[in-house]
């Protein structure tokens, strides 16, 4: 997507949605693009000069940032402020993700806005919450699913918890709920043309995730104790096992009726192995499971479970995985910019979403962009004149590395 292309209207259940972002890392940047994927357009707000924020990458891949158009506006600037209530006034919400206070700080809090425009959508996202002691702190994913529980309940026994990438907290338990709450606020304000902050926390969303796990728990069907569970590689029939080659199989038939088609595609009979049923065995059949899978690769087992109900899958590297036949068909995985990546979900039947578009360097529509949404040119002019708006590149200098958008 070229900074000078026309305006195209994009596709999906979001389209005619307009929503601002005031750019950062981590959530805030996913849940904008599950909204612009589902058709909303997003005017996304950079820094004026490299933030520093994230980890350095050309442009191209900082795949969260795709679909939208990028301005660069200083908002510690009075009249860069001022621009994004302009913004406001036109938008039918707003997202941020800095610490508790900030947005206050810098004149765009949320009484503000929602006094620019009284149906604004602000969602706000957090590690611990506007409120609470530990709000002002700050935090990573890890610690947030520390305090909801999650992390605790993940690894194997007689190991200590796994960090599960950052999926949990700043991903499920923060854009996902962030991208919902945002949605709900919407259809709220649609209806009474009242607006409202969404302050979403990913402590909270990681701990919403684990509603299952607590209601096992308190029925006593749950163990805190790790790798004792049957979600948790406790369960022989729930594990990831080796094969010949080193690679790995998921193996997931928890009811058994499908556990009665894993043990007949092994070879193995049912006497053959300790009763399933029963914790106390768990380890003894496991260690049949694994001896049996090691006798043969990864590609002989799936070849002999293929078609079946075993609940057997192959572990696939970020490289594989968007070849395997089933993505392929499914197009789960599309190409921007070169660039593979997971493609818009979930799938519409009736407003199907768009291909992605490339992200855009910092800043690349200042100008074009800020026009659609009804800035006049003289006042760009003047903004720009100012510092208030527009990238400050320095000679050489990251900012003009990043607009290569290359290598």
Known sequence: MSPDAPFEPRRGPLAGIRIVELAGIG???MACMLLADAGAEILRIDRPSPSGLGIAKPVRFDCLARSRRSV???LKHPEGAAVVLDLVRGADALIEGFRPGTTERLGLGPETCLAAKPSLVYGRITGWGQTGPLAPTAGHDLNYIALSGALHAIGRAGAPPTPPLNLVGDFGGGALYL???LVSALLHARATGQGQVVDAAMTDGAAGLMTSAYGLHAAGLHSDERGANVLD???PYYEVYACADGRFVSVAPIEAKFRDVLLDRMGLAPTELPDLDDPA???AAKAVLAARFRERSQAEWCGLFEGSDACVAPVLSLAEAPSHPHNRARGAFVVVDGVAQPGPVPRFSATPSAVPTPPEAPGAST???L?????APERLDRLEEEGA????RSPGGAAARAGAGRP
């Open 233 to 235: 590689s406790g369960a």
């Open 179 to 181: 991208a919902f709450g």
């Open 389 to 392: 708006i527009g990238v400050r």
């Open 367 to 369: 100008r074009t962009a």
């Open 281 to 283: 065995s768990w380890p």
């Open 27 to 29: 959530p805030a940047p």
């Open 371 to 375: 026009a659609a949404w009804g800035i």
């Open 72 to 74: 660069a506006i200083d």
